[in-house]
């Protein structure tokens, strides 16, 4: 969805907002992060130092932005609000003044950024959209965002995410114990009907399900890092009933192994659970075989997190 940045000459507003193919915590991340801020902020041609980024209330945000003519901007931030990951209020106190808000809304795995600048009167708004293109360089800063937020993420990495109405702690021993798993785990419809195994560092987590399409299907995980409440590591394979390796009963392409990384993230009492996929080890026709299931995978695990919602409720 391209960005849209429109007031009237009477307003003392620019509103620019733009939807981007990525879930809500990676474009936080990239709002919230120097390390990434400075690779995209600003308009076109802009290339930015910044010195300081205490994102928090009363923190500050310190920068110079560098023009495409070798002209320094200073800029200076005090933020107002910070609520991750939904929303982000600071004042520009560097001149021209101004008060901005940027919100965060995600739906389908993707993320709709709306960023309003309000200022004192609509005549000083008028002037930095004449005298800078304040405008114009609103929707291009959104656009580079774009673009960066394309280049970091990787084509055969598969990420879906979703904020969960319960306590960290409870949240992360759903994941980690083998008979709360059974009760939840899997695309709607199946039945896990053997679930084995200990979620430690080596340890292998070993079940069986009974899934429409496919019949009954085995599978393992292998742990290679657990952080309690924080992140799960592990490498995922189909497999039998010896506990073996074994490919895909219906895609013979499909990557033998999968990496896979489960983080928790505390916002206000409540959970975000993120998943992130990684083929392993595999040739270029596994890689393009799962770079096109991604929207499979993608209703799949819509379906895991609605058995998961539910379990929590419960």
Known sequence: MPATASETSSSAVIVAARTFDA??????????????????????????????????????FVLVMHGPDGTDYPNKFIFREVVKPERIAYSHVSGPLFEATTTFDEHDGKTTVTVRMEFATAELRNKVVEQFGA??????????????????????????????????DVVFRA???????????????????????????GGVYHYAMRVRAMGEVWGRWV????????????????SDKDGGVTRHPMSP???????????????????????????????????DTFIAAKESMKGGWTGTFDRLDEFLVT
Do not use: C
Request: glycine share 8%.
């Open 23 to 60: 879930p809500r915590d990676l474009v936080w991340k990239m709002w919230t992060d120097p390390e990434h801020t400075a690779k995209w902020w600003g308009p076109n041609g802009f290339t930015n130092t910044i010195e300081k980024m205490d994102v928090r209330p009363g923190g500050e």
């Open 175 to 201: 994941w980690a114990e083998p008979a709360e798993l059974q009760k939840w785990f899997g695309p709607k419809g199946a039945e896990i009907f053997y679930s084995k195994g200990e979620a430690k560092p």
């Open 135 to 168: 405008d114009r360089g609103l929707e291009e800063e959104l656009g580079k965002l774009d673009a960066y937020l394309k280049k970091m993420q990787r084509p055969d990495e598969f990420v879906i995410s979703r904020l969960f109405d319960a306590p960290r």
């Open 223 to 238: 742990y290679r890092e657990i952080v309690p409440p924080e992140r799960l590591v592990w490498v995922n394979s189909f």
């Open 253 to 287: 392409t499909w990557p033998a192994e999968l990496l896979t990384t489960v983080t928790f993230d505390d916002e206000g009492g409540k959970t975000r659970v993120t998943v992130r996929w990684v083929p392993i080890n595999a040739g270029d026709e596994e890689r």
